[in-house]
């Protein structure tokens, strides 16, 4: 074969500019180009400078929200869907109807309860109010921590039960033939290996999770949502926060596509 045909080959397999500028692509760029002239020309936007610290800040508390509560439902949901898949069964049952419970009620109804029914009762114990979590136990944002953490626990301990279940018994068998401890083998290779089965799914409850953060809102939390709220009451202006609020989440969302695709990248995918 010919160096003139390879490149005539190579050629014909890149993407040309015709086939990417088709009629109806073009219509769509020209179309999402308008709107966004309208939006930046037409709305009111001197009111951003002002509130640009607030918006800062809580975005902070939006990206703490969401990284400690996965961290910690992570770690949650690792026992969970480990014992469900060899546990005894009054653990394994214990661990079910928690991720039923738990999946089956709404988020908002579970962040109330902690905040409005746990979080009242506790200044009613004087042992409480004088020991040196009551600082925190005051504050709402504990509360907020505790449901989306165990939010995230159950619906990733149903991912890393099946995740567990789905590695190759053959792998765990080498491992001890290897002479490897049970809890060597669950180190080196089953917690790896379901790991990297269940990193996709990760990636979509750790997008839904960012998305669940504005609940604590309500049990005021001043996160990006709040500020954005706070903005509508004072300026009385509609569209263009909730505008902005929309594009900080999808810019987050992509950082953190973008992210977990790195990392699946990164690992092997060799006889997954």
Request: one cysteine or more; aromatic letters at 14%.
């Amino acid at each position: 074969m010919s160096e003139q045909t390879v490149s005539a080959m190579a050629l014909t397999e890149l993407p040309s500019k015709q086939s990417f500028f088709k009629p109806h692509r073009i219509v769509l760029m020209a179309i999402a180009a308008i709107l966004v002239f309208c939006i930046v020309w037409f709305m009111r936007w001197d009111w951003v400078p002002k509130y640009s610290g607030k918006l800062a800040h809580g975005v902070g508390v939006t990206l703490l929200m969401l990284f400690s509560t996965a961290f910690l439902g992570f770690l949650l949901a690792v026992p969970i869907g480990l014992v469900q898949v060899t546990g005894p069964w009054p653990l394994k049952a214990l661990a079910k109807g928690f991720c039923t419970v738990i999946r089956g009620t709404p988020l908002l109804l579970q962040l109330w309860l902690l905040y409005y029914g746990l979080g009242s009762l506790f200044p009613q114990f004087p042992g409480i109010r004088n020991s040196f979590l009551w600082p925190y136990l005051r504050e709402a944002w504990p509360y907020g921590v505790a449901a989306l953490t165990l939010s995230f626990a159950a619906y990733e301990g149903e991912v890393m039960r099946g995740a567990f279940a789905g590695v190759p018994r053959g792998e765990l068998e080498a491992a001890r033939a290897y002479g490897m401890s049970p809890f060597t083998a669950f180190r080196r290779i089953w917690l790896p290996r379901a790991v990297h089965r269940a990193l996709p799914t990760l990636n979509g409850e750790t997008v839904l999770q960012l998305k669940s953060t504005p609940l604590v809102a309500t049990i005021t939390v001043i996160d990006v949502y709040a500020v954005i709220s706070k903005v509508r009451q004072e300026t009385y202006i509609t569209y263009e926060p909730l505008l902005l609020l929309a594009l900080i989440y999808l810019c987050l969302t992509a950082i953190l596509v973008v992210a977990f695709r790195y990392f699946e990248s990164k690992i092997p995918t060799r006889g997954a």
